[in-house]
């Protein structure tokens, strides 16, 4: 079956460094992987999405994601981070036996903590 | 676009009511879903529709739950009678292609005491 990990519930780090957010995936074809991000009393915003292409996907807000296939990863990451970059993010994947609908299956997603 | 519209933004209501959230997709989309976040189970999907017809509705915790699409610009979830572990975030979400990404509202918390 399909499932998405995010290791970390939380990951701290200094405004002006970069940022690191881990996914790992299963799926048994070819994923469709999604980043999402969660203000406080706010729905989700879709970040950035890997279909096909480049191993590297760039997103919004300065965002940007790495599939690797063989790690069966999509960490995302962003040069240098800023105290706005404080969230919740998820990571997604399509689920496959969903057909030709686009269910997600989303992860446990991890806060990220920008300290001035 | 306004975007994905949900009412109301807060709902406080005493175990046994009837509550009904609502959505309004955005204009052009075909796909509706509905979620349930909580800090215990996170992110859940309770059901989504294609072109107004219920594709998967296995996430609904219970007969308790219903939910409806009459057409393609709204949405209707509804707990009767509710209880109090139904308090949670509902979100609706719309999208418009098979690998578009999904457009989230603001959610709905609902508060059962």
């Known amino acids: 079956a399909q499932s998405v990990a995010q290791p970390e519930d939380q990951v701290n780090v200094a405004e002006g460094n970069p940022l690191t957010v881990k996914c790992t995936y299963s799926?048994?074809?070819?994923?469709?992987l999604f980043w999402y991000v969660q203000y406080p009393n706010r729905g989700l915003q879709f970040l950035l999405k890997?279909?096909?292409?480049?191993?590297l996907v760039k997103g919004s807000y300065g965002f940007e994601a790495e599939f690797n296939k063989s790690q069966t990863s999509f960490h995302l990451k962003k040069p240098s981070a800023l105290v706005s970059d404080s969230a919740l993010y998820f990571c997604?994947?399509?689920?496959?036996?969903?057909?030709?609908?686009?269910?997600?299956?989303f992860g446990a997603g991890t806060r990220l903590a920008v300290h001035p | 676009d306004a975007g994905v519209i949900q009412s109301p933004r807060h709902e406080v209501t005493e175990m046994g009511q009837e509550v009904t959230l609502r959505c309004k997709p955005i204009?052009?989309?075909?796909?509706l879903f509905w979620y349930r976040q909580t800090m215990m189970r996170g992110l859940e999907l309770l059901i989504y529709?294609?072109?107004?017809?219920?594709?998967?509705d296995s996430g609904m915790p219970e007969d308790r739950f219903s939910a409806k699409m009459p057409n393609a610009s709204f949405s209707t979830l509804k707990i009767q009678p509710s209880e109090p572990r139904d308090s949670a975030v509902y979100f609706c979400?719309?999208?418009?292609?098979?690998?578009?990404?999904?457009?989230f509202g603001n959610g709905t918390r609902l508060t059962v005491t």
């Open positions: 979400a719309s999208s418009d292609r098979v690998r578009s990404p999904l457009h």
């Open positions: 799926v048994s074809g070819n994923p469709y």
């Open positions: 890997y279909i096909t292409g480049d191993n």
């Open positions: 997604a994947v399509r689920d496959e036996v969903s057909g030709g609908y686009n269910k997600l299956i």
């Open positions: 204009s052009g989309h075909n796909s």
């Open positions: 529709f294609n072109n107004n017809v219920p594709i998967d």
